[in-house]
């Protein structure tokens, strides 16, 4: 017998996908992506979500794209009862219209991984540029764990209390960086923190178009105000500035205090906005008087940024695996020893608080 083919490792099952679309053109595009990656496999595609129930029982994929607007049963209302009954990785496809940004967002919060954007004019040719963004986040989307909601830790969404109700102030800027799972994790944060917090810059790798709804959500439920960045705009206390998509987020000086800057260049990693521009821009701004944090997602923007703050002084924070939907970002920054602690989602609001008014003591729930 040939030793060495018996110690040739097998190599790993494909990722099994099923598409979830009403729409025939977009399932054969997907297919047609996703089917010629070596380590995926299309098994099938559904034009609503009674067939794909079906086909779900039949043959078990590992990932399911699903559309919002379908007939029989929309999007949301099925990928809710998925995540209750059955939950699996799911990456959306979203339309690119007001009502589209808002479904989508709310499909996070039910628990979907991720999503894409469905190009607006000339799909078939969208579709295919879009082709290597489709491909990563499904192939993200097949490394998480799904657990039903009885089964995941709650995490309080009280608000701390303030910093002046504990005898505290605070010169400290904070600068959080997300990708994939970013949008809930952020959620989780700003909810939790109080209307006289440091001021927050956050970049969310998101597309055109839907930051804007991604921060007034935010605002809705929290005591901070959140809002979309604008160039020049001064940088206040109580406020969360949200990178545009399509555009790279920094900060600047401005007199005795800072200000928004707002950059329409290249790409960094891949990605505009970019978490290294926000974090590089803090590195040489702020310095030691930032706190810079980096949550859930794929890749590794943001690492090497983060390894400039901490260099320059900051305190910097990287979410844990355990809560983490993708440990990709948190994990290569703290390969590079850019982190000077790696917190639970759950508790990055009280240690924000706690580096940022070091006299007190920040609560805990």
Do not use: W
């Not at 309080?156 to 994939?180: D, E, H, N």
């Not at 930032?290 to 090497?304: F, N, P, R, S, W």
């Not at 390894?307 to 993708?326: F, K, N, P």
């Amino acid at each position: 017998m040939n030793s060495s083919a018996e110690a040739t490792p097998r190599s790993k099952p494909p990722i099994r996908v099923l598409i979830v679309d009403d729409s025939a053109l977009i399932r054969r595009v997907l297919s047609d992506i996703l089917g010629r990656e070596e380590d995926m496999e299309v098994i099938g595609t559904a034009p609503d979500a009674l067939a794909a129930r079906e086909m779900i029982r039949a043959h078990n994929p590992d990932v399911l794209t699903l559309d919002i607007e379908m007939p029989k049963m929309n999007g949301l209302d099925f990928l809710e009862k998925l995540m209750h009954l059955r939950p699996m990785p799911v990456v959306m496809v979203s339309t690119l219209t007001r009502a589209g940004t808002e479904s989508t967002l709310r499909a996070l919060e039910l628990g979907a991984v991720d999503f894409v954007a469905k190009p607006a004019v000339d799909v078939l040719q969208g579709m295919e540029d879009y082709a290597q963004e489709i491909v990563a986040k499904v192939r993200a989307a097949s490394r998480v764990v799904r657990r039903r909601p009885h089964e995941t830790t709650p995490v309080s969404m009280r608000a701390l209390p303030s910093l002046a109700s504990r005898g505290a102030t605070t010169q400290k800027l904070v600068f959080i960086g997300a990708s994939t799972g970013g949008p809930e994790a952020i959620r989780s944060i700003v909810q939790r923190l109080p209307a006289d917090c440091p001021p927050i810059l956050v970049t969310q790798h998101m597309p055109p178009g839907y930051t804007e709804t991604f921060a007034e959500r935010l605002d809705k439920v929290s005591e901070v105000h959140v809002e979309e960045a604008r160039h020049g705009a001064p940088v206040e206390s109580g406020r969360v500035y949200v990178a545009p998509g399509g555009m790279h987020l920094a900060i600047g000086r401005k007199g005795a205090g800072y200000s928004i800057v707002v950059i329409d260049s290249e790409a960094v990693n891949r990605h505009k906005p970019s978490v290294d521009v926000l974090f590089e821009s803090a590195a040489r701004e702020v310095r030691e008087q930032a706190i810079g944090v980096l949550l859930t997602g794929m890749g590794k923007d943001g690492a090497q940024g983060l390894l400039a703050m901490r260099e320059a002084g900051a305190h910097t924070m990287a979410q844990d695996e355990t809560t983490s939907i993708v440990f990709g970002m948190p994990r290569e920054a703290i390969a590079i020893r850019a982190v000077t602690e790696v917190v639970p989602l759950g508790d990055i609001p009280a240690h924000i608080l706690r580096i940022a008014a070091p006299t007190t003591e920040a609560a805990t729930s």
